[in-house]
């Protein structure tokens, strides 16, 4: 322990309390600390204190903590709304009930307070209740504005001894968060017990949490997947004998990944969370899991750390997680432990809030059986292995209950709160240091600030990117005056190792000045969350060579780079001393500048462009297919001339969309076609509806209407043309093969899985699909029926998953799927380069892209039908053959003259192969020209493929195809090799999408054929 003197204090208080529980005979621990044990003169409910013992089902899966219930007059226990203890078989709350319980503890208790903190997407309410003393919860706006001059130390103008003086004072805030993933089940009733043990146990190991912090609680924070998963649970118990459901929507839109969106702040949930943390000025924030047998503590994990936080925090996690270890292992609780396989790169995590904002962020992996079930749970041999970070290791086979979690999840927040509150001074002075270190970071380690400059053309995806930085609290100032940068030299070692002129290698490389427009936006890296503003605007690099082999998770993520907008890195600190003013209200430009017949509104593809089109459902608008200039002002491929709209319908249309409308004249020369709305159908399966669930929430997001039908729909609608335009299927994610999708889940045996609202589940199917089996799939009927939809015309777009779907069944010919080798790109930020620039895909994008990819289908192209694009890894096809002379010279033949070669055609690996007279004599697979897959988008060269995260083995999806349009019948399919929506982090490939959807019916505009 730190010994300053505001600790020292602290521990002299600490041993006369030690002193005091001596004399009245409670053991005590050695080091001042007070050991554990029950206050002998309060109580204890004997009904509900043997019940815990009953559903224990090892003497050992509890704890002195937890074994126990201590008895109140007046505040009801958990048993009041559950009708049993927490953790009982066959028992799991509803969120609403867990809400009840909450609010009766807040009716007879002063130590408890509840407070509403937002809503979900499907309406219901989230909370979060404060456990301390009376006092405290009556201070709580004094110690708020303690706590806020901590994480702002501007306020105090980085005066230490100011710190101290609050460090002395306040009391820290420790927020827990509550079954975020919805078949983990455990947390909500251990919690709702936890609130009840702060709020009326004598015991001084807890009176000393209670009256010395703040106990936050977010008992659910998934509340839809939650009452989804109750839903489940109770049609399992009315069906003990059958199957029951997987839970295949979690939340509104997205299932597991809800863990995933601390960077984006797309979920209500995470907005929610992230407000409340930042909100309270809480120091912890701690994630509760249940996918480990019995507790695992992965806060810390494995290498390799994230790069932007504190190493203050990286000892923080250490020291709370080896002590919760070491206190649950005297307790003789097997199977506790820290370390483990998770990697802390990624900063995606709901705990990493807490990271991100200068606390500490924290997350158990307990063990639950995925409902109240009392099941005997055998281990694989490497979850039960002694290995040096876990020397009591768990049982290879055991008779675990959903009270053996609750008692594990209890005891090492019981312990962890202790501990916490033991050493706060430490803690709350680490907050301080950690947010003086945010803000002293220009002169530190850098750098200084991002500017996005006033003159990027995709305004309102600059807004949208600078929104997600003011969800996460970060401030945004405007330049009100051009200004000048030195931007640093940039260093090419690659080159200099070339150079063969000595002068040549040590010449410095200058630094360039760049000046940025008046009302350019600059954040500030000296504000106290700087840390998440250049976690997400800086790049990242994964070595290849990095000891971690298996990334959690995302290796890159690069903001500007998925927005496509413009991000400078500036670390020259003149930056700071612009002038400028703080915005809160952030918009792009917009309007219409005069008035006219026709207006014309520049394409950068923005996704707003889309929204546009379905929101005048009555204007006409076309696309220009060629660039044009109108008064000076330069117009795009792709541009819109909107016609039958009044001036005030259209800048009331555009205003909210950042876009700039133009009176044109004269109608420009070039070519048009019309942007009709499409008539969309989303397509899901019933396997897994992750990772199309982020492309919901864009399109919702956006105003972009549509069916949202399952496969099964498809496979029974077989005029698919009459109700849709276009078909996006997007991917699947897990169980995603092709057979998959076709053939759903097994239904030779087993019973019907229902996925519909029924008086035992009123909550499973909130505003999405429902069906009376979740088991078949496509079929071959709907294979039939996607085949028509597309030669009678239709557009069907596939990525990822769902584009080798396509091209292994054959729905689109002429491309082929290669197999890596030795590809790892894992969740990482990838260069593309535009190939085809008339394609309306294309519309508004420049020559490069950054996209996401994680290990996308390697594309190929191939001009003859059914052939397999050969796997080409650059360089010459052939080489000459062996004889005479040097490589570049021609053999010879004795006694005769020199024939000539005849050259062969070449083509570009990401191109059709050009086909040669002798391959198109009779060759009835011969594709003809239009019918050849047209490229968009290529992926970039091996050197310039990695933009950020991991790459390695590139070589083999460097240049080849990322977007291709393949001419099919009447219609038309679109495969993605990259996952232009993801995560709410890929804006800038969200147009490709779009533009797909908007000029469905003119995909063919600009298409330059073959020859032959
Ligand atoms: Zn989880």
């Given at each position: 322990m730190t010994c300053t003197g505001k600790a020292r204090v602290h521990i002299l208080r600490a041993l006369a309390l030690m002193l005091f529980l001596s004399a009245a005979g409670t053991a005590a621990l050695g080091d001042g600390e007070t050991a554990p044990a029950r206050d002998a003169k309060q109580p204890v409910d004997d009904t509900y204190t043997a019940k815990i013992k009953k559903y224990t089902t090892q003497p050992f899966f509890t704890s002195p903590l937890v074994d126990y219930l201590p008895a109140s007059k007046n505040v009801p226990t958990p048993e009041a709304v559950l009708g049993d203890v927490a953790g009982a078989p066959g028992i799991l709350p509803y969120a609403e009930d867990v809400y009840k319980y909450m609010r009766l503890l807040e009716k007879a208790s002063p130590r408890v307070k509840v407070f509403s903190i937002g809503k979900t997407e499907e309406g219901r309410e989230m909370i979060a209740v404060a456990v301390s003393s009376p006092e405290n919860l009556k201070n709580l706006e004094e110690n708020r504005a303690r706590l806020a001059k901590l994480a702002d130390p501007?306020?105090?103008?980085?005066?230490?001894?100011?710190?101290?003086?609050?460090?002395?004072?306040?009391?820290?805030?420790?927020?827990?968060?509550?079954?975020?993933?919805?078949?983990?089940?455990?947390?909500?009733?251990?919690?709702?017990?936890?609130?009840?043990?702060?709020?009326?146990?004598?015991?001084?190991?807890?009176?000393?949490?209670?009256?010395?912090?703040?106990?936050?609680?977010?008992?659910?924070?998934?509340?839809?997947?939650?009452?989804?998963?109750?839903?489940?649970?109770?049609?399992h118990l009315s069906h003990p004998k059958d199957f029951y459901p997987p839970l295949i929507y979690w939340g509104k839109y997205v299932?597991?990944?809800?863990?995933?969106?601390?960077?984006g702040v797309t979920l209500k949930l995470t907005e929610n969370v992230l407000q409340t943390y930042v909100g309270w000025k809480a120091q912890v924030l701690h994630d509760l899991?249940?996918?480990?047998?019995?507790?695992?503590?992965?806060?810390?994990?494995?290498?390799?750390?994230?790069?932007?936080?504190?190493?203050?925090?990286?000892?923080?996690?250490?020291?709370?997680?080896?002590?919760?270890?070491?206190?649950?292992?005297?307790?003789g609780m097997p199977g506790v432990f820290t370390h483990g396989v998770f990697d802390t790169w990624s900063p995606g995590y709901l705990m990493f809030i807490a990271a991100m904002h200068n606390g500490i962020s924290r997350l158990y992996e307990t063990f639950g059986n995925g409902g109240a079930d009392t099941l005997p749970r055998t281990l694989d041999p490497e979850e039960y292995a002694r290995t040096w970070y876990r020397q009591n290791p768990p049982l290879p086979k055991v008779l675990w209950s959903q009270r053996d979690n609750n008692n594990y999840e209890q005891t090492g927040l019981l312990t962890s709160l202790h501990y916490f509150n033991e050493n706060k001074r430490l803690f709350l002075k680490n907050f301080y240091l950690k947010a003086k270190r945010s803000v002293t970071k220009p002169g530190a380690e850098g750098p200084a600030a991002y500017v996005l400059p006033a003159d990027d053309p995709r305004t309102s995806s600059q807004v949208e990117l600078l929104r997600v930085l003011q969800k996460q609290a970060v401030e945004i100032s405007r330049a009100t005056a051009a200004f000048t940068v030195t931007l640093p030299a940039k260093k090419s070692t690659k080159q200099k190792k070339d150079a063969k002129d000595t002068k040549e290698k040590d010449a410095p490389a200058t630094p360039t000045t760049r000046e940025f427009p008046a009302g350019s936006y600059i954040v500030?890296?000296?504000?106290?969350?700087?840390?998440?503003?250049?976690?997400?605007?800086?790049?990242?690099?994964?070595?290849?060579?990095?000891?971690?082999?298996?990334?959690?998770?995302?290796?890159?993520?690069?903001?500007?780079?998925?927005?496509?907008?413009?991000?400078?890195?500036?670390?020259?600190?003149?930056?700071?001393?612009?002038?400028?003013?703080?915005?809160?209200?952030?918009?792009?430009?917009?309007?219409?500048?005069?008035?006219?017949?026709?207006?014309?509104?520049?394409?950068?593809?923005?996704?707003?462009l889309a929204t546009l089109r379905y929101k005048l459902h009555d204007a006409s608008i076309e696309a220009v297919e060629e660039p044009f200039e109108s008064g000076g002002k330069k117009f795009a491929r792709g541009s819109f001339l909107l016609r039958n709209v009044s001036r005030s319908q259209l800048t009331d249309a555009i205003s909210e969309l950042g876009l700039q409308a133009t009176p044109v004249s004269a109608v420009p020369s070039v070519k048009t076609h019309p942007v009709r709305a499409a008539r969309v159908a989303f397509v899901h399966t019933w396997l897994s509806t992750q990772a199309e669930g982020w492309w919901r929430i864009a399109l919702d997001n956006l105003g972009i209407p549509y069916d949202y039908i399952s496969t099964q729909t498809v496979s029974k609608t077989s005029d698919l043309n009459a109700k849709y335009d276009v078909i996006l299927f997007p991917p699947v994610g897990f169980f995603s093969s092709p057979t998959a999708i076709i053939n759903g889940l097994p239904s030779a045996w087993g019973n019907p899985l229902p996925w519909k609202n029924t008086p035992e589940t009123p909550n499973l199917v909130g505003k999405n699909d429902s069906t009376d089996d979740m088991r078949p799939g496509l079929g071959w009927e709907g294979v039939a029926n996607l085949q028509n939809f597309v030669a009678k015309g239709?557009?069907?777009?596939?990525?990822?998953?769902?584009?080798?779907?396509?091209?292994?069944?054959?729905?689109?010919?002429?491309?082929?799927?290669?197999?890596?080798?030795?590809?790892?790109?894992?969740?990482?930020?990838?260069?593309?380069?535009?190939?085809?620039?008339?394609?309306?895909?294309?519309?508004?994008?420049?020559?490069?892209?950054?996209?996401?990819?994680?290990?996308?289908?390697?594309?190929?192209?191939?001009?003859?039908?059914?052939?397999?694009?050969?796997?080409?890894?650059?360089?010459?096809?052939?080489?000459?053959?062996?004889?005479?002379g040097t490589a570049d010279d021609q053999d010879f033949t004795i006694g005769r003259p020199?024939?000539?070669?005849?050259?062969?055609?070449?083509?570009?690996?990401?191109?059709?192969?050009?086909?040669?007279?002798?391959?198109?004599?009779?060759?009835f697979r011969a594709i003809p020209p239009a019918n050849r897959a047209r490229v968009i988008f290529r992926y970039a060269d091996s050197k310039e493929l990695l933009v950020s995260g991991l790459v390695e083995g590139g070589d083999e999806i460097a240049q080849h195809a990322a977007v291709v349009d393949v001419p099919t019948g009447n219609g038309h399919v679109v495969l993605f090799s990259i996952n232009p929506v993801y995560r709410g982090e890929t804006r800038g490939t969200y147009s490709l999408v779009l533009n797909t959807i908007l000029n469905f019916d003119s995909l063919n505009a600009g298409r330059k054929l073959a020859e032959k």
């Open positions: 501007r306020t105090i103008k980085l005066d230490d001894e100011e710190a101290d003086r609050i460090v002395a004072q306040a009391v820290p805030v420790y927020y827990i968060t509550g079954t975020i993933h919805s078949p983990e089940t455990g947390a909500p009733t251990a919690l709702m017990e936890l609130a009840y043990r702060l709020a009326v146990d004598e015991s001084p190991y807890i009176r000393e949490i209670r009256e010395g912090m703040i106990t936050l609680i977010t008992p659910v924070v998934e509340v839809d997947g939650r009452d989804r998963m109750v839903d489940i649970y109770h049609w299932a597991h990944d809800n863990n995933r969106d601390a960077m899991h249940e996918s480990v047998p019995y507790l695992y503590d992965n806060t810390a994990g494995d290498g390799p750390f994230n790069a932007w936080v504190d190493p203050i925090l990286t000892d923080e996690w250490e020291m709370i997680g080896w002590r919760n270890v070491s206190d649950m292992t005297k307790f500030r890296m000296d504000q106290p969350y700087s840390r998440i503003a250049d976690a997400l605007l800086d790049y990242q690099y994964w070595s290849p060579d990095d000891p971690q082999k298996t990334p959690y998770d995302d290796t890159g993520w690069t903001f500007g780079e998925l927005f496509g907008v413009q991000v400078t890195r500036v670390t020259d600190p003149k930056v700071l001393d612009v002038a400028m003013e703080r915005v809160k209200d952030i918009h792009a430009p917009a309007g219409v500048s005069g008035e006219g017949a026709i207006y014309a509104i520049n394409n950068n593809a923005e996704p707003s239709g557009v069907l777009l596939t990525a990822t998953d769902t584009s080798r779907f396509a091209l292994s069944i054959g729905l689109a010919d002429g491309v082929s799927v290669g197999n890596a080798q030795k590809m790892k790109i894992v969740g990482s930020v990838v260069g593309t380069r535009l190939v085809d620039a008339a394609s309306p895909i294309a519309y508004g994008y420049d020559e490069k892209l950054s996209a996401y990819c994680d290990n996308g289908p390697i594309f190929s192209l191939s001009s003859v039908s059914g052939a397999r694009g050969g796997r080409r890894l650059g360089g010459e096809m052939h080489t000459r053959p062996t004889g005479r020199g024939a000539e070669v005849p050259e062969e055609p070449k083509s570009e690996i990401w191109e059709n192969p050009l086909l040669t007279d002798e391959q198109l004599h009779n060759n």
